[in-house]
């Protein structure tokens, strides 16, 4: 098993010890500055509920089914500890979070299976449907949208989790082709560690990358940070391998077909809903010999946007684009801020590079930061890129920060999510949420959106914060990502979520924007689907899911 | 309608009144030397047989349904004549040029229709549903694999073809995202016009680009010439709209979504068995300021396939590549050399050059001529990429042949298929077919093909030619297009074709390639789709099939 489930925080964002490590200072001057924002003084709240309290369904499976279990995947493939039970009772949004601080947790696997190959995928599919359990697949389980909760459908007598993560071999490498083809359970790190002993990169790095799956990344259409230079998943699956209770679907690794519609299309985004991605061959890249990641200041958002967007448009070789919008921007310009520059007892040299930006028309609460990146395989072509793309950039008013933003990136680039359980500690809440949209309703958009989510957030918290950022951006248009920080409701908390998070998708929806650009459906997007879908479109879906999963055993209640 | 058919050959390609043209003196010594080849004499064969003694079955529609298409698509969108039912009947592959030159067309359309909007498209969808009619959706009726046959299914009381060219305009154009909106019924030429006027390009260019339309080269997956720089159709289109017999697919116009698969990949491919594409929105790009386009030779085929893929694997801004073999380099070395020059007699300048490089150890029958473009904003930029392609190409062997492969390229690109009618005058058949290959099968692949191409020639036709070149390449592999030249059996050419045709593609099959490149399934590649989506794959289309079409009425037996 690539991923040490024992390493992680079952109630919480990654790996045991760690966290968003700010330092006492500054994590003191933090929670005063947002307390003053959100109205409130922040102060560290009851500890969350501790594993041996958490109230979790009783298990409710035959000792015979699990006999038949241990036999399919080994004695040390079935679990059915508190541990596993809690452990993969959800994924990692918000209201997960919320319900497994608080140890409340109404639906629970009845058990956790680790199967190693394919066949026993295939035999604990064959026990599920014999024994009318829903199937749930969960490779790093980091869903933000709930696509891992292991909730029973209607007729189900109880729930298999089947966690992929022990699927974890790279399969092949063709040198020649530039392919190679892994078990889907592999993580991140593990991925990019084989793929780099052959001078390879898949360069796929979404926020979970450390702990979540390539069968994951494919089940939810997945986007890594540097999507502008390799690609979202879809760009890089040839082929992929497909366990349904009915049989198998592969599909044929060749660099393109016309033969009818694309089959990749079904896994890709499938969510568990159809099968258990079992395998899948990948288009890789040179890992590059250099990159330059800077970052640079607009006076406003919309001269970003246009940076961007005649970035993307002149094809220039960008792989990583990310433009904070004013709110955004003022906030991490806070989270950086030494402790203590702001009474002016300690020299911050990024606060006097801001202070001669706004001496320059670059406001405070109106300047945007964008962080680029370049790669190439020498530093000669990655000087010449980045020169190009600081050309275009200076012609929409960018001024350059230097390496700093560039570091800071990538040092913390996996680390953002800490921040929300630490930010909980405190009562407050961290959501997040995504679409994309053309570029030319974009800036409307994000106008629209923040619009709703500030009066939700008034609303339903009496305040918070809300801001966005561009990212992955597209010739036809980019992704926005939108980040809420508000005061927790603790009487009840998940309502409270349930309430901005409507509001929120309506936003979005009404904006033309999908409702979601990568973090995919599972139930919380499940309301918007058929809007964006359309009726007819769902029910050809839906044929699908009958032809492959008759009996309705995978991930009910997900995407379908 | 954008597409005037009575200015094209119902029985042949393109316009009437155009032709290979060569020249007399030219076609003379091809004639003859392709004659020496095939080892026969190649004289002018019979006329093929005139509109009016062709036998099509009798038109069975009764008049009340007659009058009901009248009134969804108005009277001239109506058509029961007999050029009508000809036209409509088959598409040009070679099958069905052999059948339509003999005048001997068993399945007809009973009546064409032209609906002008997407209401009269609902309408003959809801009139044939009541009739138990066939649809035939066509836009420019090129399909090479029997994809518009207009034949009836079991159960169907008769056929409707349905002619889309009608709705043929520009919708929206939308200037910041880059995007535009079309009817799907207009012909590429059409297209490009409109683009042209807000200096725009899609850049898709498939041989039949002057004849298909849009709606066709979605629902066959169609790639252009130039994919290398474009993409093929699949990158293209942003958002797409199906009517079906149980009412409208569309997906949401954004540049990207992860909200569950992704629907415009049952468009793509769908072939007209799942409904008519209506409208499509399409990412364009900027008319390029300069083009370069040049060949080269290089000393083998497997010198031009390393470079090719080096160009491709190192992401080299290159907008169209084409590898021909030895033995279609030769072929093309015979068809450009100057009547005469053989015995001396005039001075042909190619031949000098080509008799320079093979003293440079380009040898005949074993050089390869690469064909390549770059395309840029500027002619600097143009220039700058060109000179990296050539740095490319030239460490493989690649021997600069200057600027006259790549205007003779862009002066013939669409008039190749002009030949073959010429060559079935001569009783000559000729028949392509194309696979797409990883980068590590692909000369394996392109040998065994050939091979097995080869022998089904010398078993069926007592000897042909055959060839190939590669085009369509990506970073893990390309596709491979074979060319077939053998002598007619005069007595049963179809029953040939098809003894041919089934060991090309069980060889294409065998080799690990798709059935289909790029010119789809049809009726003659069904019988390999099986083996390539995988039995619960397939199941899977159908299944989505009964949702959209629950009565069966679209396009039957192709694809599904």
């Known amino acids: 098993m ?21 330092g006492r200072a500054r994590e003191e001057a933090i929670l005063d500055e947002l307390g003053r924002r959100l109205g409130r003084k922040l102060l560290r709240g009851a500890e969350p509920c501790a594993l041996a309290d958490v109230r979790l369904p009783p298990p409710k499976l035959e000792a015979a089914l699990l006999e038949r279990l241990r036999a399919a995947c080994g004695d040390d493939g079935v679990g059915t500890s508190r541990f596993e039970r809690a452990r993969f009772a959800l994924g990692k949004s ?14 629970a696997p009845d058990v956790v299976v680790h199967p190693a190959d394919e066949g026993a995928v295939a035999a604990v599919l064959r026990i599920a449907g014999e024994g009318r359990l829903a199937v749930v697949p969960c490779g790093g389980g980091t869903s933000v949208v709930g696509g891992v909760e292991a909730r029973p459908g209607p007729g189900h007598a109880g729930v298999i989790v089947l966690d992929t993560t022990r699927l974890d071999r790279l399969l092949a490498v063709d040198a020649i082709a530039g392919t190679a083809t892994f078990q889907a359970g592999i993580d991140g790190p593990a991925l990019e560690a084989a793929l780099a002993r052959h001078g390879r990169t898949l360069g796929h790095y979404p926020q979970s990358f450390e702990h979540s799956t390539l069968g994951g990344w494919i089940a939810t259409r997945s986007s890594g940070q540097q999507s502008n230079g390799y690609g979202a998943i879809e760009d890089m699956v040839v082929a992929v391998r497909l366990v349904t209770p009915e049989g198998v679907v592969r599909t044929l690794p060749v660099p393109r077909s016309a033969a009818g519609p694309d089959l990749r299309q079904l896994a890709l985004g499938s969510e568990g809903a159809l099968g258990v991605i079992v395998e899948a061959t990948l288009r890789t890249a040179r890992l590059p010999a250099s990159r330059i990641e800077r970052g640079m200041l607009f006076r406003s958002f919309a001269d ?8 993307v448009q002149a094809g220039l ?11 955004e921007t003022e906030l991490f310009e806070l989270l950086r801020r030494k402790p203590g520059s702001r009474t002016g007892r300690t020299l911050d040299p990024g606060a006097v590079v801001l202070g001669a930006a706004a001496r320059l028309g670059y406001a405070p609460g109106r300047r945007t930061t964008l962080l ?19 050309r275009v950039l200076r012609r929409h008013g960018g001024l350059p920060l230097g390496r700093a933003p560039g570091r800071s990136w990538r040092r913390d680039r996996f680390r953002t999510p800490y921040l929300r359980d630490w930010l909980l500690d405190h009562g407050v809440a961290v959501d997040t949420l995504e679409t994309a949209l053309p570029w030319s309703l974009l800036e409307g958009g994000r106008d629209a959106i923040l619009l709703a989510l ?6 339903h918290a009496g305040g918070g914060l ?28 998940v309502a409270q979520w349930r309430a901005i998070k409507r509001a929120a998708s309506d936003a979005v929806v009404a904006a033309g924007g999908t409702i979601s650009h990568h973090h995919g459906v599972g139930v919380d997007h499940a309301p918007w689907l058929e809007g964006e879908k359309g009726r007819l479109g769902l029910a050809a879906l839906r044929a699908v899911k009958r032809v492959l999963d008759p009996a309705g055993l995978m991930n009910p209640g997900k995407l379908l």
Do not use: K, Q
Not at 2 to 20: Q, Y
Not at 304 to 311: D, P, W
Not at 467 to 473: I, T, V
């Open 466 to 493: 809300a801001m966005a950022h561009l990212s992955h951006s597209y010739p036809d248009g980019a992704s926005l990502y939108f980040t809420l920080l508000y005061p927790l409701d603790e009487t009840d908390a």
């Open 2 to 22: 690539t991923i040490r489930r024992d390493t992680l925080r079952w109630n919480g964002w990654g790996r045991l010890g760690e966290s968003i490590g700010l």
């Open 372 to 390: 680029y990146g370049v790669e190439a395989a020498s530093a000669r072509e990655a000087s010449f890129a980045a020169w190009r793309v600081r």
């Open 94 to 107: 918000l209201p997960d979070l919320l319900r497994l601080r608080r140890g409340e947790i109404d639906a």
């Open 304 to 311: 970003g946007v246009a940076a961007v967007r005649e970035l």
């Open 317 to 327: 070789p960008v792989s990583l684009v990310r433009l904070s919008d004013e709110s």
């Open 454 to 459: 500030r009066r939700a957030l008034a609303s």
